[in-house]
Every structure is written in structure tokens, then in C-alpha cells.
């Protein structure tokens, strides 16, 4: 279990809400914030996480898994040890989508809103521009799980959580998400056309 304190809707909603600030690569605590994602992810079962998640209200997102054949096996316990450890460990800096198309939906959870289960619609392709760790500005597509992914913890980055635009929402242990999602899994309803 890691040592890391991750902030939920319990006992830190209103520091949740809040919009998470530019990081200034000059921030001397930048490769500490990191440090602090990567430990979390890599301890953890979670798919990403936002900074201001473990009390560090600055625009990173960390991504630890985004491929969807890995979060599925991990719903039916078919995982080998060896995707049970995958870990993208993919830092995002600054992140702003530029744009969004079709859309998808998904059961999403978080740690940080306990068992609060919704399904969420996503665009499912989104362009985005960041930094990486080195200040190197870049712009990529994200398509399918990833826009997931990544939507959800944007969403974060700006005070909102998966539960305040879920258009259904279920409280539910984790042990009984993975079995419901084995039926409800991550549906593609389209890949083009405006997303919203």
C-alpha cells in the first residue's frame, strides 16, 4: 500500500474543485511532483492521475495505463503478472485539448470520489497540446480509451469530477465495478462528428 495521501471527495472536495495551476518549468519542485505521481501510480491500481489528486494543485497528469485489453483483463482477473506491472509512465505538462470529436461512454470511476460510479460520455478523438518533462512542446491525438483517459483527468486539472457530468451514477465497491463492467465495458458510438 503506498505512503502517498491521495485527496477524495470525503475530506478534501473543495480542494478538488479547484482549477490547477501553470507549472513554470524554472519550479524547482517539478521533478519532486513527478516523483510523488509515479510512486502513486506504480503502488496503485489506477489508470492516471492528475497532481492536484495527491495535493499538488499544478497541471500534470500522469499516465500509468490507457490500453483498454489490460484494463479488461484486469475486470475478469485474467492479468499476468507482467501487465499487472505496465505502466506507461507518460507525464503530460500543461496539457490543453484543442479539440474533441465523436463519442464514447464509459463506467468511470476515481480514486478520489471513492465509490461514486458514473457513466460518462467522452469525445473519442482529442487533440492535445502539452510539455513533456524536458519543457519540449508537442501536439498529439488521442483516440479511443486514451481520450477516455486523458478527458477524465483534464477534467480534473479544472476542478470538475467524472461524477458532476455523469448522466447516470451508482455508488459501488470496486470488487463489484469489475464485475459490472465485464457487461457495460467501453462503448465506441462514434469516431467522427463534433463531439458535445
Not at 500522469?62 to 506491472?85: A, G, P, R
Not at 484543442?98 to 463519442?103: K, Q, T, V
Not at 469525445?123 to 502539452?130: G, N, V
Request: aromatic share 10%; glycine share 4%.
Amino acid at each position: 500500500m503506498c505512503d502517498i495521501k491521495v485527496f477524495t471527495i470525503e475530506d478534501n472536495e473543495e480542494y478538488l474543485r479547484q482549477v490547477s495551476l501553470p507549472v513554470d518549468f524554472n519550479d524547482k519542485s517539478l521533478k519532486k511532483d513527478i516523483s510523488i505521481l509515479d510512486k502513486y501510480c506504480k503502488e496503485e491500481e489506477v489508470l492516471a492521475m492528475a497532481a492536484v489528486q495527491s495535493g499538488i494543485p499544478k497541471r500534470i497528469t500522469y499516465l500509468k495505463n490507457t490500453n483498454l485489453d489490460i484494463v479488461n483483463k484486469i475486470q475478469d482477473d485474467s492479468i499476468s503478472d507482467d501487465e499487472k506491472n505496465y505502466n506507461e509512465a507518460r507525464v503530460l505538462i500543461n496539457p490543453v485539448i484543442i479539440s474533441r470529436e465523436g463519442l464514447t461512454d464509459y463506467w468511470e470511476s476515481c480514486a478520489s470520489c471513492l465509490d461514486n460510479f458514473g457513466h460518462v460520455r467522452r469525445p473519442y478523438k482529442i487533440t492535445l497540446e502539452y510539455f513533456d518533462i524536458d519543457g519540449n512542446k508537442d501536439t498529439e491525438i488521442f483516440e479511443g480509451f486514451e481520450a477516455t483517459v486523458l478527458s477524465h483527468e483534464y477534467d480534473h486539472l479544472n476542478g470538475i469530477l467524472h461524477m458532476d457530468i455523469a448522466d447516470e451514477l451508482l455508488i459501488m465497491r470496486a470488487e463489484d465495478r469489475k464485475k459490472f463492467r465485464l457487461e457495460h465495458g467501453y462503448n465506441i458510438i462514434s469516431k467522427t462528428g463534433e463531439y458535445g
